[in-house]
Every structure is written in C-alpha cells, then in structure tokens.
C-alpha cells in the first residue's frame, strides 16, 4: 500500500438484523469511530475510509476493528485497498451467518507499516 500514490484503505460492513455494533480504533489515535459516529444509526451498510489524508499515516499504527455478533442474522466485512481510480483488491472479505441466540466477537488487526 502506497498512500503517497494516492492509496488507502475502505471498509464496509454490512448487517442484516438487529443493530450492528462494532469500534474502529489505533493504538495511537485511539478510537475513531464506532456505529454510533454514523448519523443514519441503525442502517445495513457501514463504510468509511482510513489512511486516504497523508496526515492519518503513522508508522507502525496498530488499527483494530471490533465487532460483536449478536442475535444478527448475517454479517459482512470487508477491507479494500483503493487507489486514485477505484478499487484495487480485497484484502479481507468475511461472511458470518447466525442464529437469534449466538454471541460472538471477532477482532481484526492490521499493522501499518
């Protein structure tokens, strides 16, 4: 990843059912952003961009992505590398489905280096 060519990283998730929760934060910024930061709250579709300023580049910035699955139907995450044109690759594309009685948690770490 190049944010100096204009690179960055966009993340989406999407959730069928009850309301989603999940937090964005670094080990440097703190937290960033959570489902409650985005003014349509509760919706189906979450995105937002990281790295897209050259001013958010931190060297060796641990970011972490928390999500909490509960009593959701079907959940979706993904993170993808664009550029000035687009999109460029997926980098992680995850699918959950469960029950109305499930309790999970999943946490996603990526490393800027």
């Known amino acids: 990843m190049s944010p100096g060519a204009g690179e960055f990283l ?3 998730v ?3 059912g009850p309301g989603p929760r999940f937090q ?12 409650g930061t985005f003014p349509q709250h509760p919706t189906t579709i979450y995105e937002w961009t990281y790295l897209r300023e050259l001013s958010d580049v931190q060297q060796f910035e641990l970011l972490s992505i928390g999500l909490l699955f509960a009593s959701n139907r079907d959940y979706r995450y993904q993170i993808t590398l664009h550029g000035p044109a687009g999109p460029i690759r997926d980098l992680l594309d995850i699918e959950y489905s469960g029950t109305p009685t499930d309790f999970e948690t999943e946490v996603v770490r990526v490393l800027i280096g």
């Open 14 to 16: 999407r959730a069928k």
């Open 10 to 12: 966009f993340f989406r």
């Open 24 to 35: 964005f934060a670094t080990d440097v910024k703190g937290i960033l952003l959570n489902q």
